[in-house]
């Protein structure tokens, strides 16, 4: 057993969190391992927020629309990007990914909730006070998870081909 793929594997999303805090360590830790993620050129047109306040958390749970749990996690990182940079969308996916699995590695449980397509992306930035210059990519609520949903996934044979692409 691998225990990167063990981690990667045992990922779900979490929307139900216990109220426990999270230990800081996990926190700093998952926030480094965002921004150790590759990012195209090495440009690394990112900014990474941790909100832990309840009012906080309610007031970017308000503004969602399929993230209302996001009141109820210990703790929910925004991760922003620099609109200027050609690829600061990939990069900050690969920063939230990361993200999501470092948090897994502490036990700490999480969901992607969507940023960059959605219409509350602006209010959230300006409600953490983040300058004109980046947009939301997305938002990682984390907790210890109360409820655990396993979502199917499509069988490997569905998406996988090897050389070249045969229609079945
Ligand atoms: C770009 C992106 C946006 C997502 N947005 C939301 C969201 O707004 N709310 C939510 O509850 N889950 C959201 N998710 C989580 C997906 O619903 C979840 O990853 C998917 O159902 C598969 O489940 P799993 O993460 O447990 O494998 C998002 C995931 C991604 C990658």
Redesign the pocket.
């Known amino acids: 057993m691998n225990v990167v793929t063990t981690v990667i594997k045992s990922?779900?999303?979490?929307?139900k969190f216990r109220p426990d805090r999270i230990d800081r360590t996990a926190i700093a830790d998952a926030i480094e391992c965002a921004r150790h993620a590759p990012t195209a050129k090495n440009v690394q047109p990112w900014l990474f927020g941790v909100v832990v306040e309840k009012a906080a958390l309610k007031a970017i749970a308000d503004l969602?629309?399929?993230?209302k749990?996001i009141a109820d996690a210990a703790a929910c990182f925004a991760v922003f990007g620099e609109k200027n940079e050609k690829y600061y969308l990939e990069d900050c996916?690969a920063a939230?990914e990361n993200l999501i699995l470092a948090l897994q590695a502490h036990g700490v449980g999480s969901?992607?909730?969507?940023?960059e397509k959605?219409g509350y992306a602006e209010a959230v930035r300006i409600l953490l006070g983040v300058p004109d210059a980046y947009t939301l990519v997305?938002?990682v609520p984390a907790g210890l998870p109360a409820d655990?949903?396993?979502?199917p996934?499509k069988e490997l044979k569905k998406v996988l081909f090897t050389e070249r692409f045969k229609k079945e």
């Open positions: 990922r779900h999303s979490v929307r969602t629309d399929n993230g749990f996916c939230t969901c992607w909730v969507a940023g959605k997305s938002l655990i949903t396993i979502a996934k």
